[in-house]
């Protein structure tokens, strides 16, 4: 095997990419990245029932919008293609390296019916009501020759199943968990060629992580049952593993397995809601792994420098969608205006048609949002005025009510009805003016100012930037909405 740190993307083509996977995809980057290493795409679609059309595409863009570039993939043969085993399999060459175990007596042919495997089926202990398993029982593997002979030529549909002894115990290594052994009586003899000359999941990736020379087998630590019979595999080959990295499981707030139905368990996801893909990456990269010291905003440049995934953790990490945002929000605060701009119109647009200044309007907003569609109930009373209850215009912090609020608009209307120019410093001028001249408080007269023109408790901006950008004619109509619903009020 290469001594060149050599990692592994191996996704199945079966929808959007769960936050594991991209997670599993991460580490595996930076593993590679943070040693000059290269990391490889595979494509895994051995499971045909699966698969979903379109969903190659995806795993590409995915890659391609976090940044996840890879050295080797189906589109990038650098020697050991393909890389799609759907392509590998048309070779024959999973067959015959599973013929070689067959000669080796690590494994075997298996001729059993559906109806017979259906009678070994007994349930499992203490689970949901209804749920069985399997644990085949080795008839095949008493088999003679001319009897498997005369059952290949007669065409009678098959598997090839490993054969594991049910005496001794086997014993792999992981990086993060240590040494785990396990009795062989645990395991199954499971099948490395389908029916359909498909090689299984757990077969392929053996064959082609060795053929790849992968170095680095990262992935959820729910494969850590499956890793004795990957070793045994591996040993029966006479193969050097890889290195097995297992990572924890990611749960929800409530502790159980992050599922579709959180709302927010796969990139797509996430985007779609508004978050930005820097920051999703950067979250990630989080959840199982921590830096030495206490920053938690990093670029992928600097992920790669500082990962050392001997710093990944055995406890479960939680997807916490709250910190997510609160890291959306810094990342969206330190964004180039420019590039905000692009990600926000769409949201902006929706709620507002008329002929404003959008970006002005986004200025106000970007260190206000957690997500971009958060954009929408800070800016959208700029579109119309909403009516709104006069209890708003009461505040004690300034000293503001009803009647104070009353004889502030009435005040202010004809000296900005008097002035042709809008702009925020000019507004600021003449309530400032207004405030001298009348010795109030600042916020006695710019509460209610703020809002006659926006209708709500709290906005992006104080009333001389809204007043700007709504402009004279719509500024000065609903300060005199606002009059009017006072006046109503107080008889």
Request: net charge negative.
């Given at each position: 095997m290469?001594?060149k740190?050599?990692?592994r993307?191996?996704?199945?083509?079966?929808?959007?990419?769960?936050?594991g996977n991209?997670?599993?995809?991460?580490?595996?980057?930076?593993?590679?990245?943070h040693?000059?290493?290269?990391?490889?795409l595979?494509i895994?679609?051995t499971d045909?029932?699966r698969?979903?059309?379109g969903?190659?595409?995806?795993i590409?863009?995915?890659?391609?919008?976090?940044?996840?570039?890879?050295?080797?993939?189906?589109?990038?043969?650098k020697?050991?293609?393909?890389?799609?085993?759907?392509?590998?399999?048309?070779t024959?060459?999973?067959?015959?390296y599973?013929?070689?175990?067959?000669?080796k007596?690590?494994?075997?042919y298996?001729?059993c019916t559906?109806?017979r495997?259906?009678?070994l089926?007994?349930?499992?202990?203490g689970?949901e009501e209804?749920?069985?398993i399997?644990?085949?029982?080795?008839?095949?593997?008493g088999?003679?020759?001319?009897?498997v002979?005369?059952?290949?030529?007669?065409?009678i549909?098959?598997v090839?199943?490993?054969n594991?002894?049910k005496?001794?115990?086997?014993?792999f290594h992981?990086?993060?968990y240590?040494d785990?052994?396990?009795d062989?009586?645990?395991?199954?003899?499971?099948?490395?060629?389908?029916?359909?000359?498909?090689?299984?999941?757990?077969?392929?990736?053996?064959v082609?992580?060795h053929?790849?020379?992968i170095?680095h087998v990262v992935r959820?630590?729910?494969?850590?049952?499956s890793?004795?019979?990957?070793?045994?595999?591996?040993?029966?080959?006479?193969?050097?593993?890889p290195?097995?990295?297992?990572?924890?499981?990611?749960?929800?707030e409530n502790h159980?397995?992050?599922?579709?139905?959180?709302?927010h368990s796969?990139?797509?996801?996430?985007?779609?809601?508004?978050?930005?893909?820097?920051a999703?990456?950067?979250?990630?990269a989080?959840l199982?792994?921590?830096?030495?010291?206490?920053?938690?905003?990093?670029?992928?440049?600097?992920?790669?420098?500082?990962?050392?995934y001997r710093?990944?953790?055995?406890?479960?990490s939680?997807?916490?969608?709250?910190k997510?945002?609160?890291m959306?929000?810094?990342?969206?605060?330190?964004?180039?205006?420019?590039?905000?701009?692009?990600?926000?119109?769409p949201?902006i647009?929706?709620?507002?048609?008329k002929?404003?200044d959008?970006k002005?309007?986004?200025?106000l907003?970007?260190?206000?949002?957690?997500?971009?569609?958060?954009?929408?109930?800070?800016?959208?009373?700029?579109e119309e005025?909403?009516?709104y209850?006069?209890a708003?215009?009461?505040?004690?912090?300034?000293?503001?009510d009803?009647a104070?609020?009353?004889?502030?608009?009435?005040?202010?209307?004809?000296?900005?009805e008097a002035?042709?120019?809008?702009s925020?410093?000019?507004?600021?001028?003449i309530?400032?003016?207004?405030?001298?001249?009348?010795?109030i408080?600042?916020?006695?007269a710019?509460?209610?100012?703020?809002?006659?023109?926006?209708?709500?408790?709290m906005?992006?901006?104080?009333?001389?930037e809204i007043?700007?950008i709504?402009?004279?004619?719509?500024?000065?109509?609903?300060?005199?909405?606002?009059?009017e619903?006072?006046?109503k009020?107080?008889?």
């Open positions: 290469s001594t740190i050599r990692t993307f191996a996704p199945s083509p079966t929808g959007r990419m769960h936050v991209l997670r599993t995809a991460l580490y595996e980057y930076l593993i590679a990245k040693e000059g290493g290269d990391f490889i595979r895994e679609d045909q029932e698969l979903v059309e969903a190659v595409d995806i590409y863009r995915t890659m391609d919008k976090t940044g996840l570039h890879h050295d080797e993939g189906p589109d990038k043969d020697g050991f293609g393909p890389y799609v085993q759907s392509e590998r399999q048309a024959g060459m999973y067959l015959d599973a013929k070689k175990l067959i000669d007596g690590e494994a075997y298996c001729f559906k109806e495997l259906d009678s089926k007994t349930a499992v202990e689970s209804g749920k069985e399997t644990v085949y029982d080795k008839h095949c593997l088999l003679s020759k001319e009897e002979e005369a059952n290949l030529a007669a065409g549909p098959y090839v199943r490993q594991v002894p005496e001794g115990t086997t014993t992981d990086e993060i240590g785990i052994t396990v062989n009586a645990e395991l199954d003899d499971m099948i490395l060629i389908k029916s359909d000359g498909f090689p299984t999941y757990n077969f392929a990736n053996v082609d992580d053929l790849m020379e170095s959820g630590n729910e494969y850590i049952s890793s004795p019979k990957y070793q045994r595999l591996y040993d029966a080959f006479g193969w050097e593993s290195k097995y990295v297992h990572l924890p499981l990611i749960t929800d159980k397995k992050l599922s579709k139905r959180s709302g796969s990139y797509e996801d996430l985007i779609e809601q508004g978050f930005i893909s820097e999703v990456v950067n979250y990630i989080l199982g792994w921590s830096p030495e010291d206490n920053n938690e905003i990093f670029s992928l440049e600097e992920l790669i420098k500082m990962f050392d710093h990944i953790n055995k406890s479960p939680v997807f916490d969608i709250v997510l945002r609160w959306n929000s810094e990342y969206i605060k330190a964004m180039d205006n420019e590039r905000f701009y692009e990600l926000a119109m949201y647009k929706e709620v507002i048609t002929d404003y959008l002005k309007i986004l200025d907003v970007k260190t206000r949002i957690e997500v971009l569609p958060d954009i929408k109930d800070h800016v959208d009373f700029f005025l909403p009516d209850d006069i708003m215009y009461t505040h004690k912090k300034m000293k503001t009803s104070i609020s009353l004889e502030v608009l009435k005040d202010l209307l004809p000296l900005l002035t042709d120019d809008f925020v410093d000019n507004i600021h001028s309530a400032m003016q207004y405030v001298a001249d009348k010795g408080k600042n916020g006695t710019l509460w209610p100012l703020r809002t006659a023109v926006s209708g709500k408790q906005t992006p901006g104080g009333a001389f007043a700007e709504l402009g004279k004619d719509e500024s000065i109509r609903r300060i005199k909405i606002g009059i619903k006072l006046e009020a107080l008889g």
